[in-house]
């Protein structure tokens, strides 16, 4: 069983750092932050998760997605280069105007969805790598002395 | 019909995009996804080999070329994508190639190396090798390198039998060392020239000291050299090509090897031509060392897989003789050695890929590569021992296979340039080579039929999984013997593709790098070439 202090902190830092990561990766288009940093850090959010709760949870629900993630990442940065041929030039800037009725006017370009591909497939990749390196660590602990049973 | 410059991003976009999809709903569906995957990458195949074919008819055959300023961001500021004669041959050798050994990988790649990521590893490989091909800066050559070192990486050891995983690791560690020195060069290049783009440093290396053009210089010839796996730097290949499933060495041996020769015939003709010259003792030397090791080292091998990547090398020290004589020539045109080695390139390539596919189909049949213990084949595989013998005499460079003529025109600039001892060298590697092939023939094909395996060969099984494995040989074979038939107008086109590689000025011009920088503010972003100068020269 984890200590409770790591079990009551995953509740609150990990939607903090899930907004966090959103928050950076929409920010990233002028200012520091961008899809890389923000996949690492949802990523970050993922092993606080593995670490407070064990693997096995993470590995049911998001853990068969996460091959799908990668390819949903990477068709979509590469389709955001494609919108640019309307400008005349792969991968050109490409900004599209909508006027929604909630959210109100709302401006979205090519290198945000390109951001958003770079997200996916970071945060897919990362949390593989954790998943992975979970069970190996999980291997080395003698069955008795398991930290998650 | 125009072809925009649009199309350079296509031999990267498309198999990127197939590859993502598969990854995409590599989670849904069992036996019948694994078709499905098949025809998506049969599909990225065909639409990257008419890409390529595109782009060399336009550069290749109309000497265009072809500039792509990713996002619109002019030369030094954004990415360069470029795409000349060069660049355009490799692309469609390397589209061929693909298309040849992708029916071959479908017939004998079992279905649990497809469920762990076969078929889009493959479009992530052949990504990295045409982004390679395409990149006109030293920072997104890295990327692509590592993108197809990964992805080889990973395609050498996927199956995860122990003696993959030894070879992978050792493949794996010996190239990121040669990335590492690339990396170095990359960093020297940025430090003294303040750029990495291909043109700005094509403009500024003549204003460098001498110094840094040649230590830059020579961490470019040991990267791309082990790359290439040159004389001294190529123990990589031999110990691991031999482990993958036959239709991986084949991929392998037809493409990898291929991206450091391209890498440094662009370095050089582009960055330091006047090496060529200052050099041309040291580049002689290594070829006829390459050329030597590689022919004698295949002499000793015990399997046919071994025996065939072990010959690459030798191949590898054609190519480079080639390109250290590419500026001399006493009586032939200018350019003349560059164009022999392109042809040599191409040869190589298709010749190279359908041994290794004989080979492995071979080997498939009999169970086993070991030379000793198989043999008689001939009498069972009437059909694959032809393909085999003539694909041998072709590579060993008897008329009219295309050995012949890259071989002849290799020879003749060597005694035009009255460079005896290597011309004497390339023609004992030539015999040592058909001594190889002749081994391979006699010890596998002919002889009593003994076949070590007791378990049934898995191509005699279905005629179809033969029929995939043995048409992608029969027509580069067929491509082998067109290119020797054709052999002149084939030498004149690559001879254009050569004199378009070798005029440094036109490169520069189609990219014009300064014609952006000169308006800025001085020292904000780049350092202006004067700058450059006279830093260098207070050093001196």
Same mark, same amino acid.
């Given at each position: 069983?984890?200590?409770?202090?790591?079990?009551?902190?995953?509740?609150?830092?990990?939607?903090?750092?899930?907004?966090?990561?959103?928050?950076?990766?929409?920010?990233?288009?002028?200012?520091?932050?961008?899809?890389?940093?923000?996949?690492?850090?949802?990523?970050?959010?993922?092993?606080?998760?593995?670490?407070?709760?064990?693997?096995?949870?993470?590995?049911?629900?998001?853990?068969?997605?996460?091959?799908?993630?990668?390819?949903?990442?990477?068709?979509?940065?590469?389709?955001?280069?494609?919108?640019?041929?309307?400008?005349?030039?792969?991968?050109?800037?490409?900004?599209?105007?909508?006027?929604?009725?909630?959210?109100?006017?709302?401006?979205?370009?090519?290198?945000?969805?390109?951001?958003?591909?770079?997200?996916?497939?970071?945060?897919?990749?990362?949390?593989?790598?954790?998943?992975?390196?979970?069970?190996?660590?999980?291997?080395?602990?003698?069955?008795?002395?398991?930290?998650?049973? | 019909?125009?072809?925009?410059?649009?199309?350079? %991003?296509?031999?990267?976009?498309? @198999?990127?995009?197939?590859?993502?999809?598969?990854?995409?709903? %590599?989670?849904?569906?069992?036996?019948?996804?694994?078709?499905?995957?098949?025809?998506?990458?049969?599909?990225?195949?065909?639409?990257?080999? /008419? %890409?390529?074919?595109?782009?060399?008819?336009?550069? /290749?055959?109309?000497?265009?070329?072809?500039?792509?300023?990713?996002?619109?961001?002019?030369?030094?500021?954004?990415?360069?994508?470029?795409?000349?004669?060069?660049?355009?041959?490799?692309?469609?050798?390397?589209?061929?190639?693909?298309?040849?050994?992708?029916?071959?990988?479908? /017939?004998? +790649?079992?279905?649990?190396?497809?469920?762990?990521?076969?078929?889009?590893?493959?479009?992530?490989?052949?990504?990295?090798?045409?982004?390679?091909?395409?990149?006109?800066?030293?920072?997104?050559?890295?990327?692509?390198?590592?993108?197809?070192?990964?992805?080889?990486?990973?395609?050498?050891?996927?199956?995860?039998?122990?003696?993959?995983?030894?070879?992978?690791?050792?493949?794996?560690?010996?190239?990121?060392?040669?990335?590492?020195?690339?990396?170095?060069?990359?960093?020297?290049?940025?430090?003294?020239?303040?750029?990495?783009?291909?043109?700005?440093? %094509?403009?500024?290396?003549?204003?460098?000291?001498?110094?840094?053009?040649?230590?830059?210089?020579?961490?470019?010839?040991?990267?791309?050299?082990?790359?290439?796996?040159?004389?001294?730097?190529?123990?990589?290949?031999?110990?691991?090509?031999?482990?993958?499933?036959?239709?991986?060495?084949?991929?392998?041996?037809?493409?990898?090897?291929?991206?450091?020769?391209?890498?440094?015939?662009?370095?050089?003709?582009?960055?330091?031509?006047?090496?060529?010259?200052?050099?041309?003792?040291?580049?002689?030397? +290594?070829?006829?060392?390459?050329?030597?090791?590689?022919?004698?080292?295949?002499?000793?091998?015990?399997?046919?897989?071994?025996?065939?990547?072990? #010959?690459?090398?030798?191949?590898?020290?054609?190519?480079?003789?080639?390109?250290?004589?590419?500026?001399?020539?006493?009586?032939?045109?200018?350019?003349?050695?560059?164009?022999?080695?392109?042809?040599?390139?191409?040869? #190589?390539?298709?010749?190279?890929?359908?041994?290794?596919?004989?080979?492995?189909?071979?080997?498939?049949?009999?169970?086993?590569?070991?030379?000793?213990?198989?043999?008689?084949?001939?009498?069972?595989? @009437?059909?694959?021992?032809?393909?085999?013998?003539?694909?041998? +005499?072709?590579?060993?460079?008897?008329?009219?296979?295309?050995?012949?003529?890259?071989?002849?025109?290799?020879?003749?600039?060597?005694?035009?340039?009255?460079?005896?001892?290597?011309?004497?060298?390339?023609?004992?590697?030539?015999?040592?080579?058909?001594?190889?092939?002749?081994?391979?023939?006699?010890?596998?094909?002919?002889?009593?039929?003994?076949?070590?395996?007791?378990?049934?060969?898995?191509?005699?099984?279905?005629?179809?999984?033969?029929?995939?494995?043995?048409?992608?040989?029969?027509?580069?074979?067929?491509?082998?013997?067109?290119?020797?038939?054709?052999?002149?107008?084939?030498?004149?086109?690559?001879?254009?593709?050569?004199?378009?590689?070798?005029?440094?000025?036109?490169?520069?011009?189609?990219?014009? @790098?300064?014609?952006?920088?000169?308006?800025?503010?001085?020292?904000?972003?780049?350092? @202006?070439?004067?700058?450059?100068?006279?830093?260098?020269?207070?050093?001196?």
């Amino acid at each position: 069983m984890p200590e409770l202090y790591l079990r009551l902190l995953n509740r609150i830092l990990t939607p903090v750092l899930l907004l966090l990561s959103l928050y950076l990766l929409f920010r990233g288009h002028n200012l520091p932050g961008g899809g890389f940093i923000a996949g690492l850090m949802a990523a970050a959010a993922f092993q606080l998760q593995i670490l407070s709760r064990g693997h096995d949870s993470l590995r049911r629900t998001v853990g068969p997605y996460l091959n799908s993630g990668i390819g949903l990442g990477l068709a979509v940065a590469v389709c955001s280069g494609i919108v640019g041929l309307l400008d005349g030039t792969f991968f050109k800037g490409v900004w599209f105007s909508l006027d929604l009725p909630l959210l109100g006017y709302l401006k979205i370009g090519t290198p945000v969805i390109f951001d958003l591909g770079v997200f996916l497939v970071v945060v897919s990749v990362a949390t593989s790598y954790l998943l992975g390196l979970s069970r190996v660590a999980d291997a080395n602990v003698e069955p008795g002395r398991r930290a998650d049973s | 019909m125009a072809v925009s410059a649009n199309l350079l %991003a296509v031999p990267v976009a498309a @198999p990127l995009l197939t590859a993502a999809l598969i990854l995409l709903f %590599a989670r849904w569906g069992g036996r019948t996804l694994i078709r499905h995957q098949i025809a998506l990458t049969a599909l990225a195949l065909c639409i990257n080999l /008419a %890409a390529a074919a595109l782009l060399f008819r336009a550069a /290749a055959g109309q000497g265009q070329r072809f500039v792509l300023q990713l996002g619109a961001w002019s030369a030094p500021f954004g990415i360069t994508v470029y795409g000349d004669g060069l660049s355009a041959t490799l692309l469609l050798m390397t589209a061929l190639v693909a298309l040849a050994v992708y029916p071959f990988a479908v /017939a004998t +790649i079992d279905y649990h190396r497809a469920r762990m990521g076969f078929h889009p590893l493959y479009l992530f490989l052949l990504m990295g090798v045409n982004g390679a091909f395409l990149a006109g800066d030293l920072f997104n050559l890295y990327v692509f390198f590592e993108v197809l070192l990964m992805a080889s990486f990973v395609l050498l050891t996927v199956g995860a039998q122990p003696a993959q995983t030894n070879s992978g690791i050792r493949y794996v560690v010996l190239n990121l060392l040669a990335s590492t020195v690339f990396l170095v060069a990359a960093g020297i290049a940025y430090g003294t020239l303040g750029t990495l783009n291909f043109a700005q440093i %094509a403009e500024r290396l003549p204003l460098a000291s001498p110094a840094v053009r040649t230590v830059f210089a020579g961490l470019l010839l040991v990267g791309f050299g082990s790359k290439a796996a040159i004389f001294p730097l190529f123990f990589w290949l031999p110990a691991s090509y031999h482990t993958p499933p036959p239709a991986v060495t084949a991929l392998f041996g037809g493409l990898l090897t291929k991206v450091g020769v391209y890498t440094l015939f662009r370095s050089f003709t582009l960055f330091f031509p006047e090496l060529l010259q200052d050099w041309q003792p040291v580049l002689l030397t +290594i070829a006829s060392a390459t050329m030597l090791v590689g022919a004698l080292g295949a002499l000793a091998q015990p399997g046919i897989r071994r025996v065939l990547s072990f #010959h690459i090398i030798s191949h590898v020290g054609f190519m480079l003789m080639g390109l250290a004589v590419a500026l001399s020539g006493n009586n032939l045109a200018f350019g003349f050695g560059l164009g022999a080695a392109i042809i040599y390139l191409c040869h #190589h390539m298709i010749i190279k890929t359908a041994l290794i596919m004989a080979g492995g189909a071979v080997e498939l049949h009999m169970g086993s590569d070991r030379l000793a213990s198989i043999g008689g084949l001939v009498s069972r595989q @009437p059909f694959l021992a032809f393909l085999f013998f003539t694909a041998a +005499i072709s590579l060993a460079g008897v008329p009219p296979f295309s050995g012949f003529v890259s071989k002849l025109s290799l020879l003749q600039i060597t005694l035009d340039t009255r460079h005896w001892v290597v011309s004497g060298v390339s023609v004992f590697a030539s015999l040592l080579t058909m001594m190889n092939m002749m081994r391979l023939w006699r010890e596998s094909f002919w002889g009593d039929y003994s076949r070590p395996s007791r378990v049934p060969s898995r191509i005699l099984q279905s005629s179809v999984r033969q029929r995939l494995m043995l048409t992608p040989v029969a027509v580069l074979v067929l491509l082998s013997l067109a290119l020797g038939i054709w052999g002149e107008p084939a030498f004149r086109l690559s001879m254009q593709v050569a004199q378009q590689a070798l005029d440094r000025q036109a490169y520069i011009e189609a990219v014009s @790098p300064s014609a952006q920088t000169s308006t800025l503010p001085a020292g904000l972003f780049t350092v @202006p070439a004067e700058t450059v100068s006279t830093i260098l020269s207070k050093e001196n």
